[in-house]
């Protein structure tokens, strides 16, 4: 079944609907996002609870996001979740920004009602329910080193775990320049939070490592077959908490030599959950998804190995 359409076909709901039973009213906009695993998890979700819609992918160019919005409400749509490259362009064309996605500098959910556009970002509060589930400890209790901080998933993280109040914060990336402005709004927002920030070239980086307790990812280091790891392996050990925001490889390098070192690991998939979850009841409030998007979630992950 084809549920890949372009921002041309926002026009019109023949194109969206033709040959389905139910009618187009969420999707995940992004370019590109073919490869997007959001549909496998809400479309369970949404038939499980009897719920007459269909949760579609749209490829929208950058620079075309507020028109994609306007679109998709004009059509009736719920809302949508929004990916790579758009979550900044989706913040400025909110009506209403939830104070969360304030923080976070990007908005993932967008909710469509009468009062118009209202945009929430769930990869943070994602990310604070996908440590405690996989470590079982709260994320605020952590000490935290995150690799490649400067990125768009590395900044989402390293904020809430400012707003979260952990210890100390290292922020690692290989273009330093980009930790600057980020090191002094972190500092702002989590005034208790120790936050330095280093590059992986750093004489501080294993110290940096060894002094904490959960070393996060969120590089690209890992995506590609020939790629190695983006730390290495003497800032691994026994009692630190892995955790790698890439889920396919289920296993990337940087997370098979950490069970090497005996560390504790988590890849991805728990954070594309929990985000999943969170921004499904911003849409439909009092529901459960989570055991139905769960199983589809480790069923499709499974098959695409
Ligand atoms: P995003 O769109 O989220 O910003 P990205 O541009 O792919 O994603 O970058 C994600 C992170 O991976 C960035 O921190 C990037 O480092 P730079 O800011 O220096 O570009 C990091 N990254 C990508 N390739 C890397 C590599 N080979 N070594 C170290 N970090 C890398």
Known sequence: ???????????????L????????????IGHPVAHSSSPGMHQPALDALGIEARYIKVDVPPGHVAEAFSRMKALGFIGCNVTVPHKFEALAA?????????????????RFDENGLHGFNTDGP???????????FPLSS????????????????????????????????????????????????????DVSAMSFEDAELDAACLGCDLIVNTTSVGLKPDDGSPLPGHCLRSGLCVYDTIYRPAVTPLLAASKLAGAR??????????????????WFPQTDPLAVMRRALHHSSEGAG
């Open 142 to 193: 952590f000490s935290v080193v995150i690799a490649g901080a400067g990125g768009g998933a590395g900044q989402a993280i390293a904020t809430q775990c400012a707003l979260q109040g952990v210890p100390r914060l290292v922020l690692v990336n290989r273009s330093l320049d980009k930790l600057g402005p980020l090191t002094e709004r972190l500092r702002a927002l989590g005034p208790t939070t």
């Open 126 to 136: 994602g990310f604070v329910r996908a440590v405690a589930e996989d470590f079982g």
């Open 1 to 15: 079944m084809n549920d890949l359409f372009s921002f041309d076909d926002l026009l019109s709901r023949q194109i």
């Open 265 to 282: 690991t988590a890849n991805g998939l728990s954070l594309l959950l929990h985000q999943g979850v969170l921004a499904f009841q911003h």
């Open 94 to 110: 909110c009506d209403h920004v939830h104070e969360e996605a304030r923080s976070l500098g990007a908005v993932n959910t967008i």
């Open 17 to 28: 609907d033709a040959g389905h039973d139910k009618p187009a009213r969420l999707a995940v």
